[in-house]
């Protein structure tokens, strides 16, 4: 979990002098704080961090999916949290009920809860946060942070169009109605390598906690990724990494009636799967990297212009039911699956696209 940093304020001294014994008093400290709680994984997650922060200030809280519920406990705990917002962390039917109960005692405490998404939801969570006045903002045909800008343009600079941009771009969602208006406003290729160096450095940098906050903090300040610097020179080595990755998984790829897959074991999972999709020759790819430090696997799926079912469906029902938790696009979407459950995974999810 990546969390920002706020300064302390030091309390005022109060008087020593003797009083008669009083019952203690209830806590009136005032509720202050904002926190935005984002996916740190993509662009998508980054960038809808960094316009919240633009728009509304306080902290930023970057998390993984397998650190997620956790990360919105240690928030929702805090008693000066004031107004949370989470951005681009689908549910699944694993942590679905237990998110609800978290909104649900936040809410009682009269915090303020802003969920912005474009995963699928079950129809019955979306009734359960609409009954606790939890503010859903959901669409599934438009990225995160393109709803993020929709929703609060006013308070945004215009140089948040450009981010919303980028990040439509990333999540395969430059066509949608609103992400293609906000394209269309800049030069294509600028905004694609732009939107690509940001992508490389998001994904280099998933052990480096303090880089990804300082991405944030870099582009509410309404920069550009070229601005920001050594961006390119690092997009550049994960540019050449990338290439080799062809040649290994032309050597260590899978197929069965269904999918194409492989595990990776050197670099991100979410980097290979568009090769292992696309040199299989099957219309679904999947890659998985082991996570030794939770003894799981991170699977990312990728499906083809042809793959005409729902993949996020079928992934967020199969990975609850093997103990682990998953959910996504049609086309794009991933799981964290238990290590001893992963070839069941691959076999049952290869039979339920039939």
Known sequence: MVVSKTKKVSKPRTSAKKTTKKPPAKNTSKRTKVVCISHKEDADGISSAALIRQAFGGDSVLVDYPGQMEAI?????DEKLKSLYICDLGLSKKNQDEFVDLMTKLRKNKVSVTYIDHHDIDPKIVKDLQKIKVKL????NECTTVQVYDSFKSKLSDHSTFIAACAAITDY??????GSKLLQIYDRQFALISATVLTYNIVGHQKDPDYLLYLVEELAESKFPHEIPNTFEFAQIQVSKL???IAKVKQGLKTMKNIGYMEITDAGASGA???????????VGVAYKERVDHGIYAVSVRGSRNCSIHLGKIVNVLATDLGGSGGGHDKAC?????KPKIKKFLTEFNKKLN
């Open 173 to 178: 969602m430059e066509d949608r109605p609103i």
């Open 273 to 283: 799967v568009n090769f292992v999709l696309g040199l299989s020759g099957k219309d």
């Open 334 to 338: 991933g799981a964290v699956i238990p």
């Open 243 to 245: 290439a080799q990755m």
């Open 137 to 140: 903002i959901h669409d599934i």
């Open 73 to 77: 406990q240690q928030v929702a705990s």
